[in-house]
T-cell receptor
């Protein structure tokens, strides 16, 4: 079945540092890929998505590229801010019809001054 | 603002005592989902509704039931909560079944079982 593997957290960075959160997946077919973010006390929000190989999703300075050859969708940001502190979830869309997501376990990011 | 609202934010119930969690949406979306999220684990889909059509995940225990009386509301019923059912329960909606329809989540209900 489909599955998502994310790097374990917490990840602690200083403000303005470069961020990478690794995500790899296993799936049949070519699913859409997503990053969701969960700020403290809030629900999950869609951060970005990519629907086919070599697509790059981007939003709020975050980017991720759909790499079919390495089955990866790593999240990157060039310069993090304290306000980026949150839990980040990589997710895989369904390939067998329907709109169901398979999530990774989440990576907590802490950004310090 | 259009949104997904879950009530209550925190729910405490006793072992074996039935409990109902609520979700409402003002997005007029066709699809509503319930996810269970245990500490440090991935959110796990329990079931979803496409309009009135109920879709249960194969590994969702019978102890979990759901009702969707109309487009706006969806309920999660736990008939006999066990200690292992303590978790964050997330409701989400989407406009359709297409893969690219993003999910919109509520803030969740944290369930404690004593």
């Amino acid at each position: 079945g489909n599955s998502v593997t994310q790097m374990e957290g917490p990840v602690t960075l200083s403000e303005e540092a470069f961020l990478t959160i690794n995500c790899t997946y296993t799936a049949t077919g070519y699913p859409s890929l997503f990053w969701y973010v969960q700020y403290p006390g809030e629900g999950l929000q869609l951060l970005l998505k990519a629907t086919k190989a070599d697509d790059k999703g981007s939003n709020k300075g975050f980017e991720a590229t759909y790499r079919k050859e390495t089955t990866s969708f790593h999240l990157e940001k060039g310069s993090v801010q304290v306000s980026d502190s949150a839990v980040y979830f990589c997710a895989l869309g369904s390939t067998g019809g329907g709109n169901k997501l398979t999530f990774g376990t989440g990576t907590q990011l802490k950004v310090e001054l | 603002d259009a949104m997904v609202i879950q009530n209550p934010r925190y729910q405490v119930t006793q072992f074996g005592k039935p409990v109902t969690l609520s979700c409402s949406q003002t997005l007029n979306h066709n699809v509503m989902y319930w996810y269970q999220q245990k500490s440090s684990q991935a959110p796990k889909l329990l079931f979803h509704y496409y309009d009135k059509d109920f879709n249960n995940e194969a590994d969702t225990p019978d102890n979990f039931q759901s009702r969707r009386p109309n487009t706006s509301f969806c309920f999660l019923d736990i008939r006999s909560p066990g200690l292992g059912d303590a978790a964050m329960y997330l409701c989400a909606t989407s406009s359709g079944q297409g893969e690219n329809s993003p999910l919109h989540f509520g803030n969740g209900t944290r369930l404690t079982v004593t």
